[in-house]
């Protein structure tokens, strides 16, 4: 089973300010099957980021990831009041694992 | 637009059966696969199964011996049971659709359900 590692646990920025979110894992990730997910409290997560890189439906472009074999980056390049959540990264091997996550929170 | 739905019983006894069912709107069931994830109160995400139209199923290894994921594609829905319950299967249970590049695209509301005696 792959491991993700997720760092920091938390990230305390200001509006306006860059995020810059990591995602390692145990062994590589094939194909590049990784995502990235948004979670505010009291709702499912949001598929922001498929395939390392590429935005899902609706999501807007200051949001970014890149990244490959074990170590992956969420990038959210302006942080907007709506953007203070939990980020999850997400893969695909033989099974499916998520990491702990990383809570942006408000400085 | 894709929507998904659970419903079932908010509230299971240890050791009996947990049974969800998440219904499918907006698309065919017989496109894509479908999943099930859990995430207790105040922690991370934990994948279940999936399962194909066809009733093929794939579990999480931790979870197998105690999981079944089935389909219904007449009702256009897919359903988990989840057996020999403990506190520890208290969690929000979310259904998904698992797209082709193996992201979860489309997400329920999640149902939480609380396992206690």
């Known amino acids: 089973e792959i491991v993700l590692t997720q760092s920091p646990g938390t990230l305390s920025l200001s509006p306006g300010e860059r995020a810059t979110l990591s995602c390692r894992a145990s062994?590589?990730?094939?194909?590049?099957?990784l995502a990235w997910y948004q979670q505010k409290p009291g709702q499912a997560p949001r598929l922001l980021i498929y395939?390392?890189?590429s935005r899902a439906t609706g999501i807007p472009d200051r949001f970014s990831g890149s990244g490959s074999g074990t170590d992956f980056t969420l990038t959210i390049t302006r942080l907007e009041p709506e953007d203070f959540a939990v980020y999850y990264c997400?893969?695909?091997?033989?099974?499916?694992?998520f990491g702990p996550g990383t809570k942006v929170d408000i400085k | 637009q894709v929507q998904l739905q659970e419903s079932g019983p908010g509230l299971v006894k240890p050791s009996e059966i947990l049974s969800l069912t998440c219904a499918v709107s907006?698309?065919?069931?017989?496109?894509?696969?479908w999943s099930w994830i859990r995430q207790p109160p105040g922690k991370g995400l934990e994948w279940i199964g999936y399962?194909?139209?066809?009733?093929?199923?794939y579990y999480n290894p931790s979870l197998e011996s105690r999981v079944t994921i089935s389909v219904d594609t007449s009702k256009n829905q897919f359903s988990l049971k989840l057996s020999s319950v403990t506190a520890a299967d208290t969690a929000i249970y979310y259904c998904?659709?698992?797209?082709?590049?193996?992201?979860?695209?489309?997400w329920g509301q999640g149902t939480l359900v609380t396992v206690s005696s």
């Open positions: 997400q893969q695909y091997g033989s099974s499916f694992t």
């Open positions: 395939g390392a890189s």
């Open positions: 062994q590589s990730v094939r194909n590049k099957y």
């Open positions: 998904a659709r698992l797209y082709y590049d193996y992201s979860f695209n489309s």
């Open positions: 399962v194909y139209y066809t009733g093929r199923a």
């Open positions: 907006g698309t065919s069931i017989s496109t894509y696969q």
